[in-house]
Structures are given as C-alpha cells and as structure tokens.
DNA sequence: TTGTAAGCGTTATCAA
DNA sequence: TTGATAACGCTTACAA
C-alpha cells in the first residue's frame, strides 16, 4: 500500500503538498491538486489514519462498552449511537463487558492504549465502581448510559429507574393487583435492578401492601421456573409480576404459557425496557419504555460536549408505560390459578 | 500521558530498554526491569497502541461488518468472534450496514484505512458485491460469514442454506402440510433468502407440491399481516409456512395469534435461524438451526488462517432442525382456519 | 545486558 | 502556492 511521500513522488511535487492536497485542497492550485489526485488514485492510495491519528493525538474514536449485545435494549441504544457518531465524524469501538467489572477495567484499559477520543459505558454498578474514579482522575471523558449513579457530579444519561418501576406498580394496583412481585437477574450485578426493587418497594408502601423480597434468576435475561413456582401458589399467590428487563419478562411469559397458565388471565406481566420484540409477540409486552434511541444519541452529544471541555449536566430522559396485552385487570377467581397443564410439560 | 521516553529517563535507561522492558522482559536485568515498571508505574504510562500499531504495520485488529445488530442470529455469533479473537490477542472494530452495498464498500474502505488486519463480512448479496473483487485484487484477508456463494474460491463459512430449506419444507411434508408457503424479507437484499427460497422450491417439487411465489414482506425481520392475508383464505389456503428468518417468524406468529389464528393448530410456522430468543417464546419456534456460535469461531480460526498466507476452503458448517411448538401436524378442518377474533383486533 | 539510531506515515511550522 | 524539516511514540537492527 503506498504512502504520501510515493504519490507526492509521482506528482512531482512535495509531501506537504501532496498532504494539503487532501487536508486543505483550497491551499492548492488547482492543476496541481489534480496531479496529486491521479497520482493517488493510479497508487490506489489509502491515507493511514494510524499515522494522523499518533500526529494529531487524535483519533476520532468512541470508545463503547456494553454489557450484553444479545439483549435489544443495548443494540437498540448502538444503533442509535453509531448514527449519531458517524454523523460528526466519529467511529465507535465496541467491546461487551458481560457485567464483569473486572472485564471493564481490562477493556477500558485497552481503549485507553488505543487513545479512544471518549468513552460510553454501560457499567454493572455505578456506585462501587473504583475504574470510574479512575477515569476521572485521569480527566478521560466519558459519559455512563443507563446506570443512574447517585452523585449529580457524574455524567449519565438515564431514565428515572425508581420512579419508572414505581409507576408501573400503581399501573398494577390501579388495575385491581394487590399481590405483586417483582422478577430480576443478579441483583448484586446491576444496580438498575437495584433501582427498579426500590421503585417497587416504595410503590408497594405508598398502596398500603406488602411489598415481596424480589425473586432473583441465576440469569439476567432468562427465567427458571420453579424458582418462580413458590409465589404462585395459597391463597397469597401473586397476580402480577414486574420483570426487572423485556427479556426476562418474555422468558417468564413463555414459561408461564408452557405451564399452562394464562396471560394476564392468571397471572400479569410488565417487562422494562420496551424493546422492540415486546411489541411483535403475542401476547404484546406491557412495558416501561426506556427511549433508547434518544438515550443513545444524548450519550453521544454529552460526551462531544465533554470532550470539548464543557460540563454537561445529567441528563434524566421520560420513560413510557406502554400498555399491552401482557397485563390486565385482575381476575377474581375462587379456584388455584393453574389450570389443567396442556401440550408440552 | 507519559511516553516511553519519560519512563526511561525516569528509570535511568535508554528508551531502547525500557520498550524491551515490556515486549521482551527476559532480555532485561530483573533489577533494571523493575526499575522500568516503578517509573511506568509511577507516571501511571500507558504504551500508545498507535505508535506500536504505526511502528510494526500490524493493528491485531479485525473489522466487522454486520447487516444489523439488532437481529440475534448476529449478536449471538459476534459474542463468539469476541471471544476467540480475544483469545488470540485481536480485537473487532464492529460497524453496521443495513444491507445496503454501498453502505459496505464506503466502511470497509474506512476500515482499511485504519489499517485493520482483516475483516470478517456479511453483505448483503455476495453474487453481486464488486467490493469482495476489490478486495480480492488488493488482497486482503477476508473471510464470509453466513453467506454462501456459488464460487468455490471464496472464503465463506456457512451453513447450506439451500438444503436446509429443503428439509424444513419436507418435514412440513411429513406433518401432513400440502400448502406451504414461505415469507422473506426483501429478497433483493439477501442472497441467503434467494438460496433459501429455491431449497423451499426444491423440495416442493420434489414432493410433488405446487410451490408458491415468495410472500415477501417490505422488512427483514417484520411481518405485515395484510400482506399475509391473502393466502390464508380459501380452499387453496396455505396451513404452514417458512420464514427466512426467525425474527421475522416471531412477527409472524404474533400478527396470526393477534388475529385469532392459532399456532400450530390452524397454521404451522417454522423460522431460520434458531436464535435462543425463539425457544422461550410461547409457542416455541420451530426452527432450522444455524450454529450461531461455531460460525463465529470458525471465521475468526479462517480469517487468522488466511492471515498466515493459507488458503483455507469454504467452510460448509451443519445445521439442525430444531422442532418446536410452532409447528405441528396438519389439522383437518371443514371449517375456516379462522377463529373468532378474541382480544384486541 | 544495554544503547544508538533509523524509520513507520502523517501533520504542522516556518521559510521561501 | 510550495518545500524542508521536525515531531508524534514506538520497535528493532546493529553495535557496544
């Protein structure tokens, strides 16, 4: 692959002008602009943005870390993101952390080498996270999405996770539920989940009930039944249940239905995050919608804006109740809420 | 941020053994070694990847294109490639396309000016990409992921797509289904649609079947009930149908469900794909399985063959019927397949 | 075991 | 309008 010094050779004239000529062609005149370009495109010339990078001790990189691509929430928020960058010349590098603080460390460690121009992180748990005092000792740029840290000195753009779970639990109450419980990953690992139990326990408080301990998964996106099965049964069995994100509220629905109850006959769901998904299956997926696409393209402003030296604020996004299918007025009903067990077991 | 130079001064060395310091510390006194790490430490030096990337002509990064990353069956095998190209000290500079040519070309060209080391693609349509002859003329490394083309001489790691429609359609067959249809997105845009498709026609023949024109829906992965309807109708109406896609499937059944349809009972749906979304779903997708993952590991092993000056052959991987709920025998009927509308319209 | 020095492909400062 | 030249931060012969 040629360099500058090549097609400045073959256009017979110098590398710097050769380089203006593609940097600041306006410096140029014209017939020589058009030599150094055939020059270029007979070489199939390539400028090495290696090289501008390490002079311009820039390099218009982004770096990304994201918990799971597998879950839309994330890619619906990327997608977004990758937009917005490449709309002001910025490209993104992405590397998924599998809600792993010592796996962000490592990753952002890496970008850093690789001199990313920024960071967007999506961490397991903002509170007790040591790599982002680091980052702002350091003065690197970032900006958090999703986490809702405490402190009104980091910079995050979020939703407002408590008030949002607490809203969907008055839907439920409104709706006649009085027996709520709420469905999360590893609590320990996302401190949204974390946010969300509050907004429910505060919900639960204000309507007078009781406010169950939250039944946690082994996974963050993937129920299990039988740990489930224990709230579904006496006389106190819940009708309604808050799912701490979409995924996990699809997998319950679904185990739900394969176990022969019905929804929201039987048994409520809401989900959070309002993927898109939520809206093809049926039943459709009663949400708390994050908007994911602004909340991507408002990371990628703020962190611009950082990056130019400014201080942004933190930036709380509107969530969304997006009604559906999955949840509806309680059912009264003097039998156990089980039916007969149909098709598969 | 410190540089090399700065350590060594600090640490009373040459630059030369300070980089030795870290590439080849068996070469340095211990005593000089750690006195290199305390002055690293100290001004908290990090090695500028960009220099080393300049330096050595080789980045250790390979470059991804992916038609979109909100369909699973690319997240799911991108969450492999991370994996093993970790494992082999690469990192992936991940980019989207929206299966759109042009789209490829323009970020391929920026990758390469990046100087990545070489790229794993999924294009839209591998038939017709003058990208993947100028990349052949340039020669650089590459390898397909997912699509399969004709010629033997490109790296491509697949599974037969062809073959594998064939038997989705012939297991349809074999539940008793005579009226088969199959639903694809925009088939322009996807060679692995059209090979899809003729694997469908195939086996309908072959069963002595009338095969029918491609339903083809205006999105990849989203169904539009209206232009569904019309073959649902009748006494040629169609009681299974083939979706080139698992996402697309899922919008499938939730639109037929919405409107009162029930699968399997009234209409047999199978997907493609086999993303892990689909076996939590209530049905159950039915659905030709692609190994997701061992795709991912296997282009990374190919492309880092390649990279090494072999020449690797087409990587022909097998894929798995995976039965499900969605689909199921055919049921007789004297009636329409149309139930009574329940819930929402 | 360590040091010297050239070079990777740009950009940017000065002069001309 | 153009050219010479010095960085940017690292690796790597080659020499000591």
Redesign the pocket.
Known sequence: ?????T??KRA?????????A??QPE???A???ARVMAAAAELS????R???Q????ATRIIGVLIPDLRNPVFTEQLQAMEIAARAQGYALMVTTTGYDASREAEIVEEMLCQRVDGLVLTVADAEHSELLVKLEQESVPYVLVYNQPDSESVCAVSVDNRQAMHQATQYLYSLGHRHIGMVAGPVAQSDRARLRYEGYCRAMEMCGLVRQPVIEMPHHTRARFELLAPWLEGPERLTALLCSNDLLALSVIGDLQRQGYRVPDDLSVIGFDGIELGELTYPSLCSVVQPRAAIGREAVEVLLARMRGEQPKIQRLPHQLREGESAGPLQRSDTDARRTVPVST
Do not use: H, I, K
Not at 1 to 5: E, G, K, P, Q, V
Not at 12 to 20: E, L
Not at 45 to 48: G, H, S
């Open positions: 692959m040629s360099d500058l010094a097609v400045a017979g004239v110098s590398r710097a002008t050769a380089a203006r593609f940097s410096l140029v005149r017939s020589t602009l010339f390539r400028p090495n290696l090289a501008q390490l002079r311009t001790q």
